[in-house]
Structures are given as C-alpha cells and as structure tokens.
C-alpha cells in the first residue's frame, strides 16, 4: 500500500514564507470587508425571499 507520512524532523525543516505584516493587515481589512459584503447580501437575499413569498401569498389569495 501506499503510505504518505511526514515526520515531525521534517516539518522543523519545512519553510513557509508569509507576507509582510504591512501585506497581511491589508489582507485581513480585505477578508474584513469580503465577510461583511456577504453578511449583507445574505440578509438582502433574505428580506427579497420574505417579500417574495408575501406577494406569492398575496396572488394566491387573491385567485382564490
């Protein structure tokens, strides 16, 4: 079988570069901003949805 394993010796060997912390402030105002964006078209999706289902709603009655 096939086994992939990695060494605890080895991840202390391992490099990994990160952005300068001027770089990394910008990318987390970013994210910041991104999870924000979403936070408000959600709650838009929502409210739209809401208003949706009362005209449907209304349709229906107003057939009935």
């Given at each position: 079988t096939?086994?992939?394993a990695i060494y605890q010796?080895?991840?202390f060997e391992f490099l990994?570069?990160?952005p300068p912390l001027a770089e990394q402030s910008r990318i987390v105002t970013r994210i910041t901003?991104?999870?924000r964006l979403c936070a408000d078209l959600r709650q838009?999706?929502?409210e739209r949805e809401a208003v949706q289902?009362?005209?449907a709603e209304a349709l229906v009655q107003s057939v009935a």
């Open positions: 096939n086994v992939c010796g080895n991840l990994c570069p990160i901003q991104l999870r838009r999706l929502a289902a009362r005209l």
